[in-house]
């Protein structure tokens, strides 16, 4: 390797995620394995919640979009989906007051209409509250399924069409994104999920179609900061290619150094 693609290499390597996506997978079998209810499971996530929100407001990451509660999971005992809908109550009155201190924006997508008065309250409060922030943007995801993302996307374009605003012509990818949650942020750089699982189970199907997959056996409760670092090293040894080759990349940023050393001589 010559000494310019060296160089390259090693800028690949120093990259961070702007944007991570988490589906935080595991509570229910960390709760089994100790003879506990599934709801101490997520109480125990709760944890680990916090603990990599704080590690991305101390590394500075723009975005995190964390998985709480997706359009299936209704489909589960009746119990504990009360039991998660209390849990979300409660801790959202008691994390926003810390998250807005630490200049943390928190945004809910997903389509909230479904939830009681009281939890939509909390989400619209919290939302409020936070919306002026400049730090890390904190996106929850609460009864959402990017399917209904998708569909609830093209009804918005459709009665742009009906009223006129724009016309069929002009629905392009950036157009559409515009109607997609997330859509003021850029697109997810990592997926992380834990539990042992390799799917998506109807998260972000849109926003993640460039996004790296990292997957871990760990349980969520389990879930630690040095292992969210593992995640992050493993993010930063990759190629992000895009549909190109690796050594146009390779070339592209040997060309950035050339320029930047071209620049910094006419200084
Ligand atoms: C993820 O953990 C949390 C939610 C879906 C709310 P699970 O509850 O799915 O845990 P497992 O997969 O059953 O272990
Ligand atoms: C995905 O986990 C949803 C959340 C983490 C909130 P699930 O545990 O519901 O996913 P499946 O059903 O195993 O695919
Ligand atoms: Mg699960």
Not at 15 to 29: E, K, L, Q, S, Y
Not at 111 to 133: A, G, H, M, P, V
Request: aromatic share 8%; charged share 25%; hydrophobic share 40%.
């Amino acid at each position: 390797m010559n000494e310019i693609n060296e160089s390259a290499a090693t800028d690949l390597q120093q990259h961070m995620p702007r944007h991570i996506a988490v589906v935080m997978d595991g509570n229910g079998r960390w709760a089994n394995k100790r003879h506990l209810p599934r709801a101490a499971g997520h109480k125990a996530g709760v944890g680990s919640t916090r603990k990599i929100v704080e590690s991305c407001v101390k590394k500075n990451i723009e975005a995190l979009t964390i998985f709480a509660f997706s359009s299936e999971n209704w489909n589960r005992p009746e119990a504990e989906v009360k039991a998660l809908m209390s849990l979300f109550i409660s801790t959202i009155m008691a994390e926003v007051r810390k998250l807005n201190k630490k200049n943390v924006c928190v945004s809910f997508i997903g389509d909230r209409t479904r939830f009681s008065e009281k939890l939509q309250n909390s989400i619209n409060e919290s939302e409020q509250l936070t919306k002026d922030n400049t730090g890390l943007h904190l996106n929850i995801a609460a009864n959402y399924g990017g399917r209904w993302d998708v569909v609830n996307a093209c009804k918005m374009i459709a009665e742009e069409v009906r009223d006129n605003k724009t016309t069929i012509k002009d629905i392009d990818e950036d157009r559409f994104n515009s109607f997609m949650s997330l859509s003021g942020l850029p697109a997810p750089d990592l997926f992380i999920r834990t539990g042992g699982e390799q799917r998506i189970s109807n998260f972000l199907i849109w926003q993640l179609a460039y996004s790296e997959l990292y997957f871990v056996d760990t349980l969520w409760p389990d879930f630690s900061e040095k292992e969210f670092d593992e995640a992050l090293d493993w993010y930063a040894g990759r190629q992000r290619r895009f549909g190109k080759t690796g050594q146009q990349l390779l070339d592209d940023t040997a060309d950035d150094t050339a320029d930047g050393a071209a620049a910094e001589a006419s200084h």
